[in-house]
């Protein structure tokens, strides 16, 4: 999410979607494919009536992962078919919106749609309680959900995306990831350390060794081969769990039809005001079983805890590199 610098009482996201501008525009404005996505992981929606067009409105609920429903009545004031959208959000029939939202989609090169979202709320304080409300309840996670869901409609693979922007450069972001003494530094999940074995050689056709573990004892090895390093805006490698002496590939050690190969590809884009957006998307490489591809489907709530808390660890670690 990047917030606009100029007008505080505004939110901005703008993400590029490899998907082309009508499918991204279906997605949005057909009930049926938008209830496959909208709202944070972990949120269903139930659909009531949907009237798109100016003056219409879209009545729905959202159901939270705690059983907690929040009805929705959308009103549009604009619809610019595959081009703009115009609504407030987050009102019913018993309280007023919450904020005004403009939606812009574009095509970019490549057959693929640029979203530009901008929420403008009444007053800048209110826009800051609701970042840290969006932070909290894993917001973005709504527009991660469409990347996946795009990538389905497009190829029929099942993805894992999650994005977000850190207050720092491109250059130093691309250091942090690739650079073993700073990478080990904050990946491991929350309350793990990470090690290297050995030399860590993270560049195109390169490979690491690692170990992470906690206080309690726990160990798990590691290996990963990177098919592609490029800055300052792409990394690509595989990821497989082994035995202590990198001899044998093994399963997670608390799951054990999780897929053996996995794929990371991690892209990072320039917002501007030394903010870069670190975009994730990760996959199952090789071969695999039905029971693993279900097991990654069911898994994406508890793979955007693991990242939201290495995230985390990052944001506070580029405090000290900058």
Sequence with gaps: MSESKNNSNEIKITRV???????????????????????????????????????????????????????????????????????????????????????????????????????????????????????????????????????????????????????????????VWTEPEHFSKWLAPTGFNMQFIGDADIRTGGKTFYCMSNEHGMKMYGRAQYIEVKSPDTLVYTQQFTDEHNKETTRHPMAPTWPATMKTTVKFSDEGDNQTRVTITWEIAGDYTAEELNTFIAGRAGMTMGWTGSFDKLEEYLKTQQ
Excluded at 21 to 36: G, I, M, N, R, Y
Excluded at 62 to 91: A, R, S
């Design 17 to 175: 979607y490899d998907a082309p501008v009508k499918l991204v525009w279906d997605a949005w404005t057909d009930p049926e494919k938008v209830k496959k996505w909208w709202g944070p992981r972990g949120f269903t929606l139930t659909h009531k009536s949907k009237d798109l067009r100016a003056g219409g409105h879209w009545s729905y609920t959202m159901h939270g992962p705690d059983g907690k429903d929040w009805p929705n009545k959308t009103v549009y004031f604009e619809v610019i078919p595959f081009q703009k959208l115009v609504y407030d959000h987050g009102g019913n029939d018993d309280q007023p919106p919450m904020f005004r939202v403009t939606a812009l989609f574009s095509e970019v090169k490549g057959n693929k749609t640029k979203l530009e979202m901008t929420m403008a709320f009444p007053s800048a304080e209110i826009a800051r309680e609701t970042r840290k409300f969006i932070k909290q309840a894993n917001g973005d996670s709504t527009w991660d959900r469409l990347a996946e869901y795009l990538e389905k409609e497009s190829t029929g693979k099942e993805v894992f995306t999650i994005n977000r922007s850190f207050d720092a450069p491109l250059n130093l972001m691309f250091k």
